[in-house]
C-alpha cells in the first residue's frame, strides 16, 4: 500500500536534548511538508522540500531543522532552541501540479518531560 | 497573502439534520480548494477538493461548490451522523507563484449527538 509512515507515534524529549522525527514516503512524491499542530489549534507550516536537497522555511522554522538526502524521506529535527515543542507533528507530501491533493501521514505526538 | 478563514466550532447537531461549515479564502492567483477531515489523533484524510470556479466537489454525502464571485467553499451535509464527529479544515493551494504550499483555515469541530 502507498502512503506516508511517521515514526515513532509517541516521543518524549528531555530538557536540552535534540529529538528527530522520522517521514518516509513511497508515494514518489516531490514535495513533502511538516506541520506543527496545537491542541484545538491548525496547521503551521515548519518546512517544506519540493526537491531532493532543497528545503524552505515555513512560518514557524525557528528551532526546528529537516534535511531531504532522498526523495522518499523528510526527517525533522526538533533542537533545544524550541522552548514549546510540545504539539503533534504532521507530515504531508503531494506531486507538483495544480490541484494535486497533499496526502497526510498518521502524525507524531512529543511530549517533554 | 494567501488565506482561508471557516468559521469557528464546536458545531453541535443531532443526528440526520442538516450540515453547513463555512469558509472563505483569499488568494492573489486561481486557487485549488480542499476539504479535510481529522478523526481524534489521527492525521488529515481529504474528503473532497475542487479546481476550479463552480466545480463541485463531493464524497460520503459531503458537497462544496467553488464559487469565486464570493470567494467561498461551504462544506455542506444532507443528514449527518454520529460517526461524522470529527474536525474539518477548509484549505487552498495557489501555485502561481511556483511554490506548492497549502494554506489551511483553523478548523471547526463537528459533534452529532445520537
Known amino acids: 500500500d502507498g502512503g506516508i509512515t511517521q515514526s515513532p507515534k509517541y516521543l518524549f524529549r528531555k530538557e536540552g536534548q535534540n529529538v528527530t522525527l522520522s517521514c518516509e514516503q513511497n508515494?514518489?512524491?516531490?514535495?513533502m511538508y511538516w506541520y506543527r499542530q496545537d491542541p484545538g489549534q491548525g496547521l503551521r507550516l515548519i518546512y517544506y522540500s519540493q526537491i531532493v536537497n532543497d528545503f524552505q522555511k515555513g512560518d514557524i522554522a525557528e528551532g526546528y531543522s529537516v534535511s531531504r538526502e532522498k526523495k522518499e524521506s523528510f526527517p525533522l529535527t526538533v533542537t533545544s532552541a524550541q522552548k514549546n515543542p510540545t504539539a503533534f507533528y504532521l507530515c504531508a507530501s503531494t506531486k507538483t501540479g495544480v490541484g494535486e491533493t497533499q496526502y497526510f501521514g498518521p502524525g507524531t505526538r512529543l511530549l517533554v518531560l | 497573502g494567501d488565506s482561508v478563514t471557516q468559521m469557528e466550532g464546536p458545531v453541535t447537531l443531532s443526528e440526520e439534520a442538516f450540515l453547513t461549515i463555512n469558509c472563505t479564502y483569499t488568494a492573489t492567483g486561481y486557487p485549488s480548494l480542499f476539504w479535510y477531515v481529522q478523526y481524534p489523533g489521527e492525521g488529515l484524510q481529504l474528503l473532497l477538493k475542487a479546481t476550479k470556479a463552480d466545480d463541485k466537489g463531493s464524497n460520503k454525502g459531503f458537497e462544496a461548490t467553488y464559487r469565486k464571485e464570493t470567494t467561498s467553499f461551504h462544506l455542506e451535509k444532507g443528514s449527518v451522523q454520529v460517526s461524522d464527529s470529527a474536525v474539518y479544515f477548509c484549505a487552498l493551494s495557489d501555485t502561481t507563484s511556483g511554490t506548492y504550499k497549502y494554506i489551511f483555515g483553523t478548523g471547526t469541530r463537528l459533534k452529532v449527538l445520537a
Open positions: 508515494l514518489n512524491h516531490d514535495a
